[in-house]
């Protein structure tokens, strides 16, 4: 006798709370990007939390459905009653903007605005362009190709390390499409190749100022 599974859905905690450590607070997207079939999914707030997860329960497909812990805490927003969804493999452009390209996923895109917020505030006339992925597999390459290409400049942001992450598949793809459209080179801010450490984890996220450190550069280059 054989059995087999057609579909199933995995919802699982991820991300960095600031105490979390080697063992809780990991972003483990990369491993499971690597196994085809799979759909992957990170919202960053409740309203795309629920949106999102009713599209992954009616997914044919098997879908993991990675929910950043800090939004169990420290996210407020009015979440609909209604039932609705919102589409998977479907990036979200949260600010428009014509001269780099910001894109993250998860609690980060919280960091990124704050970022974006530093450096439109010290560069004159900058305008950065915030998209949201919220499906890293498969990711909507096509928004993100036709920002680049309006933008000239990518900067690629999550908190898993930077080593063989998600970024670098999004950089890869980018410059197969966008190669000479680009101003300079993407940029990647992500979490350290280290194991994640307990009580210095505020060294090891990407927080705000390094992606805004990032921005000037991606600008002045």
Same mark, same amino acid.
């Given at each position: 006798?054989?059995?087999?599974?057609? /579909?199933?859905?995995?919802r699982s905690p991820c991300s960095?709370?600031? *105490?979390?450590?080697?063992? *809780?607070?990991?972003?483990?997207? &990369?491993?499971?990007? *690597?196994?085809?079939?799979?759909?992957?999914?990170?919202?960053? =707030?409740?309203?795309?939390?629920?949106?999102?997860?009713?599209?992954?329960?009616?997914?044919?497909?098997? $879908?993991?459905?990675?929910?950043?812990?800090?939004?169990?805490?420290?996210?407020?927003?009015?979440?609909?009653?209604?039932?609705?969804?919102?589409?998977? =493999?479907?990036?979200?452009?949260?600010?428009?903007?014509?001269?780099?390209?910001?894109?993250?996923?998860?609690?980060?895109? !919280?960091?990124l605005e704050k970022a974006i917020?530093?450096?439109?505030?010290?560069?004159?006339?900058?305008?950065?362009?915030?998209?949201?992925?919220?499906?890293?597999?498969?990711?909507?390459?096509?928004?993100?190709?036709? =920002? $680049?290409?309006?933008?000239?400049?990518?900067?690629?942001? *999550? /908190?898993?390390?930077?080593?063989? &992450?998600?970024?670098?598949? $999004?950089?890869? =793809?980018?410059? /197969?499409?966008?190669?000479?459209?680009? /101003?300079?080179?993407? !940029?990647?801010?992500?979490?350290?190749?280290?194991?994640?450490?307990? $009580?210095?984890?505020?060294?090891?996220?990407?927080?705000?100022?390094?992606?805004?450190?990032?921005?000037?550069?991606?600008?002045? !280059?």
């Amino acid at each position: 006798m054989s059995l087999q599974i057609q /579909e199933f859905d995995v919802r699982s905690p991820c991300s960095a709370v600031g *105490h979390g450590g080697l063992y *809780h607070s990991q972003t483990p997207e &990369g491993y499971f990007a *690597h196994t085809p079939g799979l759909k992957i999914v990170m919202p960053r =707030s409740p309203i795309q939390a629920k949106g999102l997860l009713l599209t992954s329960i009616r997914d044919r497909n098997p $879908v993991i459905f990675f929910e950043p812990k800090i939004l169990y805490r420290a996210a407020v927003e009015q979440v609909p009653i209604d039932d609705y969804e919102l589409p998977l =493999s479907k990036a979200e452009i949260i600010k428009a903007g014509k001269d780099v390209t910001v894109v993250g996923y998860g609690s980060q895109i !919280y960091i990124l605005e704050k970022a974006i917020q530093l450096a439109e505030k010290d560069i004159p006339g900058l305008s950065c362009e915030l998209i949201d992925l919220r499906t890293i597999l498969p990711w909507d390459i096509d928004t993100v190709a036709e =920002s $680049v290409n309006k933008t000239g400049r990518l900067i690629i942001s *999550h /908190e898993a390390p930077q080593t063989a &992450g998600f970024s670098a598949e $999004v950089t890869a =793809s980018i410059m /197969e499409r966008c190669f000479l459209r680009l /101003e300079a080179p993407i !940029y990647r801010v992500c979490g350290w190749d280290t194991p994640f450490p307990l $009580v210095f984890e505020k060294f090891y996220l990407p927080d705000a100022l390094r992606c805004f450190d990032a921005i000037k550069e991606i600008i002045e !280059y």
